[in-house]
């Protein structure tokens, strides 16, 4: 098959485009020296790991499509203090579109901190789904897939998604059960890192296989109603805090060469007052509505 008609996973049709690569012994070394995780196993038999585009959504993607990580990788991960944050300012965004009484899904929930975020002013009725289990909580967890979920015919006011797309190879699968899962009118919220700034440039381990499969940003997310018409996109909003990683370099030559910007200008000069806020943010949000039957 030619590099031009490489199947999506998320559009379900041959019209993608390779446009870059990885050496997976790199992706094994970086994890190796990062994180002390053994992450070979994945990249059994693989030399190159593809990153592929697609041509009706912009959406990038890894290849092959079977290295997403297993629950071993995560439960390694949540060891770290740092992995489950417990008061995300994707939250917030939630706040504005839910009242009290309503009945939210969030996938991916991990030990429920949404639910503590939010019921701090209003009482909803929420349900989380997570893979990897989370002892002595209080907060209502199932665990099963959105897919297994979906299965149940439960319709939700809101269904939420934060830090979780990324991870999913299957992405067509995984955003048909959301939808499925909303009443008319419900907002999806999806949250994802934005790898339209420094999050796409930073060449972090953890924004690769298997941790990451997918490559998010404005314009993948607000193109996804091109997918599924059900939906309709509501409002894009970015993250006002900025990624921590000033001092990476191939992000700070990246915005020198590609810009023409004098070297005399210092970088957290350039950060603080000339990068727009979508490249400084490290997280963009996503709203849609699931549009009335007619």
Same mark, same amino acid.
């Given at each position: 098959?030619?590099?031009?008609?490489?199947?999506?996973?998320?559009?379900? &049709?041959?019209?993608?485009?390779?446009?870059?690569?990885?050496?997976?012994?790199?992706?094994?070394?970086?994890?190796?020296?990062?994180?002390?995780?053994?992450?070979?196993?994945?990249?059994?038999?693989?030399?190159?790991? $593809?990153?592929?585009?697609? =041509?009706?959504?912009?959406? =990038?993607?890894?290849?092959?499509?079977?290295?997403?990580?297993?629950?071993?990788?995560?439960?390694?991960?949540?060891?770290?203090?740092?992995?489950?944050?417990?008061?995300?300012?994707?939250?917030?965004?939630?706040?504005?579109?839910?009242?009290?009484?309503?009945?939210?899904?969030?996938?991916?929930?991990?030990?429920?901190?949404?639910?503590?975020?939010?019921?701090?002013?209003?009482?909803?009725?929420?349900?989380?789904?997570?893979?990897?289990?989370?002892?002595?909580?209080?907060? =209502?967890?199932?665990?099963?897939?959105?897919?297994?979920?979906?299965?149940?015919?439960?319709?939700?006011?809101?269904?939420?998604?934060?830090?979780?797309?990324?991870? %999913?190879?299957?992405?067509?699968?995984?955003?048909?059960?959301?939808?499925?899962?909303?009443?008319?009118?419900?907002?999806?919220?999806?949250?994802?890192?934005?790898?339209?700034?420094? %999050?796409?440039?930073?060449?972090?381990?953890?924004?690769?296989?298997?941790?990451?499969?997918?490559?998010?940003?404005?314009?993948?997310?607000? =193109?996804?109603?091109?997918?599924? !018409?059900?939906?309709?996109?509501?409002?894009?909003?970015?993250?006002?805090?900025? $990624?921590?990683?000033?001092?990476?370099? !191939?992000?700070?030559? $990246?915005?020198?060469?590609?810009?023409?910007?004098? &070297?005399?200008?210092?970088? &957290?000069?350039?950060?603080?007052?000339?990068?727009?806020?979508? %490249?400084?943010?490290?997280?963009?949000?996503?709203?849609?509505? &699931?549009?009335?039957?007619?």
């Amino acid at each position: 098959m030619p590099d031009s008609a490489i199947f999506c996973p998320l559009c379900l &049709k041959n019209n993608a485009m390779r446009v870059g690569s990885l050496a997976a012994a790199e992706i094994v070394e970086s994890f190796r020296a990062n994180f002390a995780i053994d992450t070979s196993p994945y990249f059994a038999g693989i030399e190159t790991v $593809h990153i592929c585009e697609c =041509r009706l959504t912009g959406y =990038r993607y890894f290849t092959p499509l079977n290295l997403g990580a297993n629950a071993q990788l995560y439960e390694e991960l949540g060891t770290r203090p740092w992995y489950y944050e417990s008061n995300k300012w994707e939250f917030s965004t939630v706040d504005q579109y839910v009242q009290t009484g309503t009945r939210v899904l969030e996938v991916g929930c991990g030990n429920g901190a949404l639910y503590k975020a939010i019921s701090a002013t209003k009482d909803i009725d929420y349900t989380g789904l997570e893979l990897t289990a989370h002892n002595g909580t209080e907060v =209502r967890i199932i665990q099963e897939t959105i897919e297994e979920h979906a299965e149940r015919e439960i319709r939700y006011d809101a269904v939420c998604a934060f830090q979780v797309l990324e991870h %999913v190879a299957d992405v067509h699968s995984f955003l048909t059960a959301c939808i499925g899962c909303l009443a008319a009118n419900a907002p999806l919220i999806i949250g994802v890192p934005n790898n339209a700034g420094y %999050v796409g440039l930073s060449q972090n381990a953890l924004n690769m296989p298997p941790h990451h499969m997918g490559l998010w940003k404005k314009y993948s997310l607000e =193109r996804l109603p091109k997918v599924f !018409p059900e939906i309709r996109h509501v409002a894009t909003l970015f993250d006002p805090t900025t $990624h921590p990683g000033l001092s990476d370099a !191939p992000v700070i030559e $990246h915005f020198y060469r590609k810009w023409l910007i004098p &070297k005399a200008m210092t970088f &957290k000069f350039l950060h603080a007052f000339i990068l727009p806020r979508w %490249v400084r943010s490290k997280t963009v949000v996503a709203v849609f509505r &699931k549009r009335e039957p007619k």
